[in-house]
């Protein structure tokens, strides 16, 4: 049994920029992509297990770019994620939907290769070395062993806009005891003036640059799994036959569960400045990036 496991997902890989990996592209000096940075982060934070969230039709792809390297350096395991991969009794309903049905999905199909806490990521996210620390540091602790707990780790909006575009960010209310309280996903949200606003129409509305963020970063305990499946027979009770594009989100589980108060969300903080490829154009500052950090010393210049 491992210590702590890092799931990273990666199932959407491609989808956002119409076919093709972008988010597999070279960022690093030595083709480093955005997971390598992240793996090597969890890695040394204590993470000692890798499962990586895919579809089967990428996985020749992801393992050549990415997989096979990883796996001559500590224990990796898959997890697919088709459309298809839900209870018998809905297979019929749904044979006219091709998209896979969301984040709470993905981590449903580990169910089976992760038996530690574990931590879930975005495969195209760049989230810096404090983030895993503070997760490894809170998965680890036994004070947390309370079961209907687990903890997210938050990011500053100000440190998540991107220079190319509009973005999506879970707004979370945080009380006086560390606590989520409350967690609103928030679409169209840009840099404006010296801090952010919610662009809709002509219309800014100012938000406040100094926000706790989600950024699909949890950690979790495999009790969780038993939780999504109850959770996620219920959505597809309740989703129509001819919705092909409602999605089971790890945040809207995780906001209604803490609604009906059926658990705790203790909320960690990194400070650090988060960065992603949200759009193509995002690349190029991904790249200027890191190499900022490599040369303050943050990196090696080959990371493995």
């Not at 297990?49 to 089967?56: A, C, L, P, S, T």
């Not at 490894?136 to 309370?146: M, P, S, V």
């Not at 909320?267 to 303050?296: A, H, M, N, P, R």
Request: with cysteine.
């Amino acid at each position: 049994m491992s210590q702590a496991t890092l799931v990273v997902m990666a199932a959407g890989i491609g989808s956002r920029f119409g076919g093709g990996i972008k988010q597999l592209e070279p960022v690093g000096p030595n083709g480093e992509i955005i997971m390598d940075y992240s793996i090597y982060d969890a890695m040394e934070a204590g993470f000692d297990k890798v499962v990586f969230v895919i579809r089967k039709d990428l996985e020749e792809d992801f393992k050549e770019i990415i997989g096979n390297r990883i796996e001559k350096i500590v224990d990796v395991a898959y997890a697919f994620q088709e459309v298809d991969d839900i209870p018998e009794d809905y297979k019929e309903v749904f044979k006219a939907r091709t998209k896979p049905w969301g984040t709470g999905q993905a981590i449903l199909c580990c169910k089976d290769v992760v038996d530690s806490p574990f931590l879930v990521i975005n495969a195209d996210d760049y989230y810096g070395k404090q983030a895993y620390v503070e997760a490894y540091e809170y998965l680890q602790n036994e004070r947390h062993d309370a079961e209907d707990e687990i903890c997210m780790v938050s990011f500053v909006l100000r440190n998540t806009l991107s220079e190319n575009g509009a973005v999506t960010r879970g707004l979370c209310q945080v009380d006086d005891n560390g606590y989520l309280s409350e967690i609103v996903e928030t679409q169209n949200i840009e840099s404006y003036r010296d801090g952010a606003a919610i662009h809709e129409g002509d219309c800014y509305k100012e938000v406040d640059a100094g926000s706790s963020v989600s950024m699909n970063m949890w950690g979790l305990k495999p009790n969780f799994f038993s939780i999504l499946e109850n959770g996620f027979e219920e959505f597809l009770r309740n989703t129509e036959a001819d919705n092909l594009k409602s999605e089971y989100l790890l945040p809207t589980i995780i906001g209604g569960l803490l609604e009906e108060k059926k658990i705790s969300v203790k909320v960690l903080t990194s400070k650090e400045k988060w960065f992603g490829v949200t759009y193509k154009e995002d690349k190029e500052s991904v790249v200027t990036e890191l190499q900022k950090l490599i040369q303050s010393g943050v990196y090696p210049e080959k990371l493995f």
